[in-house]
């Protein structure tokens, strides 16, 4: 049982490039979530959807959008990657919107030179 | 915007002692949660405690939640090496039918053998 998917684990770009992160549940689970984590910062929140067919804004949606595909796959593009998106990714996914515990992905280590 | 700030930032305790951490935080709440994060590694759900809710077992673990301070406490009992890592808690609020949640910093807790 695999959980939280997420790929690549590691990426760098050059600012501008674009690229897509990767993420898929296999507990068929409702909800789904993209935080990124800096260092000495707790988790923020990117983007989320409640449920599929649903997307909506975090706390830090600027420079990304995201696509929930099915109810599996949410991905998270970077359009025009900035240094500022240097971060580490994380994924994740519960059963509900907000009253459930989340589980998490081993999350993508992104660099923007 | 940080909801839950933990405290201490860092602790460093020997192996078969007990370890306590605190979170306060500012705004009414769905729930409380804590996590786990081991280095290089995503997070770990451990134990969600609802704002109806006072404690809250795990094994070795045990949450308290004050609503009337705003707080709450992680305490593991008996302490071993493999607890070393970082731990957040996360509120889910309750105001605006927004359920995000929310990270703190974390503490970051060492134990030695």
């Given at each position: 049982n695999a959980g939280v998917t997420q790929t690549p684990k590691f990426q760098v770009l050059k600012t501008g490039q674009s690229m897509t992160l990767q993420c898929a549940q296999?507990?068929?689970?409702?909800s789904m979530y993209w935080y990124r984590q800096d260092p000495g910062m707790g988790l923020r929140l990117i983007y989320y959807s409640a449920s599929e067919g649903t997307t909506d804004k975090g706390e830090v949606p600027n420079g990304y959008n995201v696509s929930?595909?099915?109810?599996?796959e949410f991905s998270l593009r970077l359009e025009s990657a900035a240094p500022s998106q240097t971060s580490v990714y994380f994924c994740a996914s519960s059963a509900?919107?907000?009253?459930q515990p989340q589980h998490f992905g081993d999350g993508t280590r992104l660099s923007i030179l | 915007s940080q909801q839950g700030e933990e405290d201490p930032q860092a602790l460093s305790i020997q192996e078969g002692e007990n370890a306590t951490m605190n979170c306060s935080y500012k705004t009414s709440i769905n729930n409380l949660q804590w996590y786990r994060q081991n280095s290089g590694r995503g997070l770990v759900h451990l134990i969600l405690i609802r704002s109806n809710e006072r404690e809250k077992h795990s094994g070795r673990l045990r949450v308290t939640l004050d609503t009337s301070k705003k707080s709450s406490s992680l305490l593991i009992t008996a302490?071993?090496?493999?607890?070393?890592a970082s731990y957040f808690c996360a509120t889910s609020n309750s105001g605006a039918g927004s359920y995000q949640l929310t990270f703190g910093k974390g503490t970051k807790l060492s134990v030695i053998p």
């Open positions: 296999d507990m068929n689970h409702n929930r595909l099915n109810k599996r509900d919107w907000g009253t | 302490s071993r090496a493999a607890d070393t």
